[in-house]
Every structure is written in C-alpha cells, then in structure tokens.
C-alpha cells in the first residue's frame, strides 16, 4: 500500500474594524499568549515574536497617511459565524508583509492596514483597530523579551529601527502599492 503525504498550507484572516480588547500574558503552559478577536496566539518561537511586532511598528509608521483622522471604518457586514483559532507561531519567519491601502483609492472608501507572517494575516478597517492591534503585539512582544534567555533587543529599539528604515525606505512602497490599485480598477 502506497502512502501518500500531502502538504497543507493553512491561511487565516482575522479582519478588525474597531476598538477592541488584546490580552498578553504567559498561559497555564508558560508559553506566551495574545488573545485578540477570534483567536488565541502562542508564541512557542522567539523570532515570530519580533517579525510580527516589527510589522505593526511599520503599520504604525503608516498610520497617519493611511487613517490621517479617526474616522469609523462605517457599517461592515457582520460575518455569519464566529470564528475562533488557535494560532501556534512556531517557527522564525524571516519578514512581515504589511500591506496598506488609503481611503482615497479603496473602492470601499475605507483604508486598510494588513500585517501578514507566513499563514496569518491581521486586517484592521480602522485607525482604532491599528492600534489596539500595536498595543497588543507590543505588550506580546514585551512578554517575550522581558522573559530573557531570548536575546531580543527592546521593543522601543525594534521600533525604532522599523521607524528609521520605514523614514528611508517606506515612503516609496507606499506610493507603488497606491499606483497598482489604481492600474487594477483601471484594467
């Protein structure tokens, strides 16, 4: 009999357009948790700890261009179920990619802001979402750090860092991905 293997890839969006609650903290396994909407994550490696908190310090860099103002995100259909994940970020992933879109060339008229590590994706509807969703990543990354044995630098020294290669580098990817939307409702 002939075994066959098959290899899945898992992806899951988690989409946030509000004020919300995040919840860092060591579980009953004492490995690191965040708890945000809809799902748990646990952080059994250090380096997804770090590639994601230095995603939302570049969403956060994004902030003011993509939500210049606190605007409600609107009326977002409700999804018809709930669903709750758990997360395991097991592995050192090498980036996160964030993803921006202003309100100016989204069909929608609603900016997005999205940070995706491997299978993951967090997308935030709001300039609220984004920074519950900093906070949040901080407070995990935090955890970790804080922790020690990890040899991860602090996060206001990840975030700096993030800061100063987004001031040299981010504007530019900004620009494009803003160019490709308009190309794309153009075609």
Request: charged share 25%.
């Amino acid at each position: 009999m002939d075994t066959e293997t098959v290899d899945a890839v898992s992806r899951l969006t988690i989409h946030l357009a509000g004020e919300h609650e995040t919840d860092a903290h060591i579980g009953l396994t004492l490995i690191p948790l965040l708890k945000i909407p809809t799902a748990i994550i646990e952080f059994r490696h250090p380096t997804a700890a770090r590639v994601w908190w230095e995603g939302w310090c570049e969403a956060a860099a994004m902030l003011d261009r993509i939500f210049p103002e606190q605007v409600d995100a609107g009326e977002l259909r409700e999804p018809e179920i709930t669903i709750n994940s758990f997360v395991i970020l097991d592995d050192a992933p090498r980036r996160a990619k964030v993803r921006a879109r202003s309100a100016a060339v989204s069909p929608d008229g609603i900016g997005a802001l999205s940070v995706t590590v491997g299978g993951l994706t967090i997308a935030c509807a709001s300039r609220a979402a984004v920074e519950c969703q900093v906070r949040g990543w901080r407070e995990a990354y935090e955890v970790l750090a804080l922790d020690g044995g990890f040899g991860l630098p602090p996060a206001d020294e990840v975030a700096e860092r993030v800061r100063a290669d987004h001031a040299r580098h981010g504007v530019n990817e900004l620009l494009t991905a803003a160019e490709e939307q308009r190309a794309g409702r153009t075609r």
